[in-house]
């Protein structure tokens, strides 16, 4: 079975800076995928970044960026400028490939920005 | 952008009665699941469906829930004699199949329901 981790539960971080929130992952398996949602305090869940295990490069999403290391099994976000809109839940989630396969999210941080 | 949609946002119901959860998946997704969220918690799998039955479910999904793709654009969650410990958000994710839109390989989850038992 996978297991998604996420050790912090809450972070803090001032508008504009800077923010990297940690998760780590455990599988046995090799094609995978892995997604970091947010849920602002309307509770919909909105996907943020998606990373194929099988790329080495790290994904990015405009202001949204991830530091992939498939040996230790590590995927951590990395924001950039900060808004307050970003103000949220984010959770981290793997994903089997194949063509059914469920998410398995972790426990979630939640990010406050500070104005 | 196509997006999937939930309704009602809100069910409030009373301990043993049964609720209907509905979902409209994104036009021509092949695969669709339902997840729960108990308030503070992390979201949690309940089951996935395809081809009109289901592929997956977790040990939460137990006899006390279903589902059904009534027709072509629905896909319905029904949990009866409904508990305490069912209050959540109950969330609808669709996902594509070859050549349809978006990725085929991310999940895409409504608005969700927020349930209430009493």
């Known amino acids: 079975a996978q297991t998604v981790t996420q050790s912090q539960p809450e972070m803090s971080v001032q508008e504009a800076e800077t923010v990297t929130l940690s998760c780590t992952y455990d599988?046995?398996?090799?094609?995978?995928?892995l997604f970091w949602y947010k849920q602002p305090p309307s509770r919909q869940m909105i996907l943020v970044i998606r990373?194929?295990?099988?790329?080495?490069q790290n994904a990015t999403e405009n202001r949204f960026s991830v530091n992939f290391q498939k040996a230790a099994k590590s995927f951590s976000l990395k924001i950039s400028d900060s808004q307050l809109g970003d103000t949220a839940m984010y959770f981290c989630?793997?994903?089997?490939?194949?063509?059914?396969?469920?998410?398995?999210f972790g426990k979630g941080i939640t990010l406050s920005v500070r104005p | 952008e196509p997006e999937v949609t939930q309704t009602p946002s809100h069910q409030v119901t009373q301990m043993g009665q049964e609720v209907i959860l509905r979902c409209v998946p994104i036009?021509?997704?092949?695969?669709f699941y339902w997840y729960r969220q108990i308030l503070g918690q992390k979201v949690e799998f309940l089951v996935s469906?395809?081809?009109?039955?289901?592929?997956?479910k977790s040990e939460i999904f137990d006899d006390q829930f279903s589902v059904e793709r009534p027709d072509g654009s629905n896909f319905t969650l029904k949990i009866r004699s409904t508990k305490l410990e069912d209050s959540a958000m109950y969330f609808c994710?669709?996902?594509?199949?070859?050549?349809?839109?978006?990725?085929?390989?991310?999940?895409?989850f409504g608005p969700g329901t927020r349930l209430t038992v009493l």
């Open positions: 994710a669709s996902k594509g199949g070859q050549g349809v839109v978006l990725s085929t390989d991310t999940q895409y």
């Open positions: 599988t046995s398996e090799n094609n995978y995928y």
């Open positions: 990373q194929e295990a099988y790329k080495q």
């Open positions: 989630a793997f994903m089997l490939a194949g063509a059914n396969s469920k998410l398995t």
């Open positions: 036009s021509n997704h092949l695969y």
């Open positions: 469906f395809y081809n009109n039955e289901i592929s997956e």
